[in-house]
C-alpha cells in the first residue's frame, strides 16, 4: 500500500482479555518498528524487526507482550492478559533500510496507530 | 531514564510570531537528531532533521538548531502559523546501533493563536 496500514484503529477491551494490533508496512520496508504512546508520555519503543527477525525487544514491558513479523511484511503485537496500564496508542512504522544512514528523515513512516482502551 | 527530555508541555504563541521549541538529550552517542509533527488521530510525520556535524539545518520556515556542548536541540518556526498547532516530538539516534532506533521526547503541544 502507500502507507503503512494498522488495524483496527481503535480498540476496546476487557481487563483480562488478549488482544492483537495488526501492521501492515510499506511494500518492500525491510524495517518495522512498534512503539507505544500512553497518556502524557512520548513515543515509547518497544520492538524492531528486520526482515522477519527482532534483533531488538528490549522495549517490550513484560512477558505479557509478545510479536511476530511473517513474510517480511505484515506484522501483529499480541498483548495478553491486558491490564489497564497497556491502555496507549500503538504505533507501527517501517523503514527501507537496515540504517538510517543516507536518509533525512531517517526513512521512518509512521502508521496512524491503534487505540487500546483496557476497561 | 529519559534520554531525550522535552521539558516544555505546551507552548501557546500568536499567529505570525515565533515559535521555539526545546530539546534536551543526556547520551553523547547520539549523532542524528529530528523533530516530528503530530495531528490528532494520525501518526507523526517527519519535519526536519539535524547532523551532529551541523550546527544549523533550515527548510522554509522550520530551522533547527543543534548545541552539542550544551546537548541541546531547538526547533525555530517562524512565522507561526494556525496550521503549526499539533504536537512535536525530538527524537535522536545514532549510527553506532544496527537498528535506527529512534528515541522520542514526551511532545511539546503548540498551539498557534490566529
Known amino acids: 500500500g502507500a502507507g503503512v496500514s494498522q488495524s483496527p484503529s481503535n480498540k476496546v477491551t476487557e481487563k483480562g482479555k488478549d488482544v492483537e494490533l495488526r501492521c501492515d508496512p510499506i511494500?518492500?520496508?525491510?524495517?518495522l518498528y512498534w512503539y507505544r504512546q500512553s497518556l502524557g508520555q512520548g513515543l515509547e519503543f518497544l520492538i524492531y524487526?528486520?526482515?522477519?527477525?527482532?534483533?531488538?525487544k528490549s522495549g517490550l514491558p513484560s512477558d505479557r507482550f509478545s510479536a511476530e513479523r511473517t513474510g517480511g511484511s505484515v506484522s501483529t503485537l499480541t498483548i495478553q492478559r491486558t491490564q489497564q496500564e497497556d491502555s496507549a496508542v500503538y504505533l507501527c512504522?517501517?523503514?527501507?533500510?537496515?540504517?538510517?544512514?543516507?536518509?533525512?528523515?531517517?526513512?521512518?513512516?509512521f502508521g496512524s496507530g491503534t487505540r487500546l482502551t483496557v476497561v | 531514564d529519559q534520554q531525550v527530555k522535552q521539558n516544555s508541555p505546551s507552548l501557546s504563541v500568536q499567529e505570525g510570531r515565533i515559535s521555539i521549541l526545546n530539546c534536551d538529550y543526556t547520551?553523547?552517542?547520539?549523532?542524528?537528531f529530528l523533530w516530528y509533527k503530530k495531528y490528532p488521530a494520525e501518526g507523526p510525520t517527519f519535519l526536519i532533521s539535524?547532523?551532529?556535524?551541523?550546527d544549523k539545518n533550515e527548510d522554509g520556515r522550520f530551522t533547527v538548531f543543534l548545541n552539542k556542548s550544551a546537548k541541546h536541540l531547538s526547533l525555530h518556526i517562524v512565522p507561526s502559523q494556525p496550521g503549526d498547532s499539533a504536537v512535536y516530538f525530538c527524537?535522536?539516534?545514532?549510527?553506532?546501533?544496527?537498528?535506527?532506533?529512534?528515541?522520542f521526547g514526551k511532545g511539546i503541544t503548540l498551539s498557534v493563536r490566529p
Open positions: 512504522a517501517s523503514s527501507s533500510r537496515l540504517s538510517g544512514r543516507g536518509f533525512s528523515n531517517y526513512g521512518y513512516t
Open positions: 511494500s518492500g520496508h525491510t524495517a
Open positions: 524487526f528486520q526482515g522477519n527477525s527482532a534483533p531488538d
Open positions: 547520551n553523547s552517542m547520539f549523532d542524528y
Open positions: 539535524i547532523s551532529s556535524i551541523k
Open positions: 527524537a535522536a539516534s545514532d549510527f553506532t546501533g544496527a537498528n535506527s532506533k529512534l528515541t
